[in-house]
């Protein structure tokens, strides 16, 4: 009997001390509050990398006297929210215009993160590969659905949700790529990546339904895109 009463403690115990872990974790924030710590956290981004010589963003130090912060090379941000930032001296010089509905090859080490504030210091965290084509095939991405979804996805969906462009697409990276030109180069060329795009979270998928890309919730997710665009095959109407 004494050793049912101390397993029934025990039982006790080990409920308390998961409703504490419970009561610990911090509500959702309001969305204008999401939307504020989206922007804080790119602009210390910006603060705290650089581009290194292939123009992979690397961590910036105080002390480096040699690479220039993000923040330094005219990040230009846009009425949505979304920043980019084009790398000096990589882009083509006769590039080819990257439209709405051309088919993308894209090289990208592309992150996702959630920007909250802890100890009233706003950052990204909470990282989470989106694509790395860079340290996978090495082989751009043809023709992604977050760029542009075709019309036969959509027309074979069986949810309404699903229908919807929203859905598969991160607008605010179509907006900003637009600034871009494509290289038109070879699948197999070396890569040499020409900026970056950040997108907050209210120019992604905010908080709503979307298509399961990498098996975890994007939800008050931003994105950063470290990218090189080797072709744009264009295409003048949806397809």
Known sequence: MKKVFLYLAMASVALTS????????????????????????????LETHYFDAKGNVKDFVETDTVNVKLSDLNPVTLPSGVI?????????????????????????NSVTYIANSVDNKVSFGSAFTFRNTLAGSGIPELDPAYFYV???????????????????????LREALEKFQAYNIPDESDYNLQGL???????AFARDPHFNYSGISFRNRSFIFNFQVYKSVYSATPR
Do not use: F, H, W
């Not at 872990?21 to 804080?40: A, L």
């Not at 980019?84 to 990208?108: K, N």
């Not at 795009?197 to 120019?203: D, G, L, M, Q, T």
């Open 18 to 45: 998961c409703r504490k872990d419970e009561d610990v974790v911090e509500p959702e924030v309001s969305i204008d509050t999401q939307n504020s710590y989206d922007d804080q956290a790119a602009a210390k981004y």
């Open 150 to 172: 075709k019309e036969s996805v959509l027309n074979a969906a069986t949810q309404d949700v699903a229908k919807q462009r929203s859905y598969y697409e991160i607008e605010g």
């Open 197 to 203: 795009i950040i997108v907050p979270s209210r120019a």
């Open 84 to 108: 980019y930032v084009m790398r000096p001296d990589a882009q083509p010089v006769d590039g080819t215009p990257i439209r709405p509905y051309d088919v993308l090859s894209l090289m990208s």
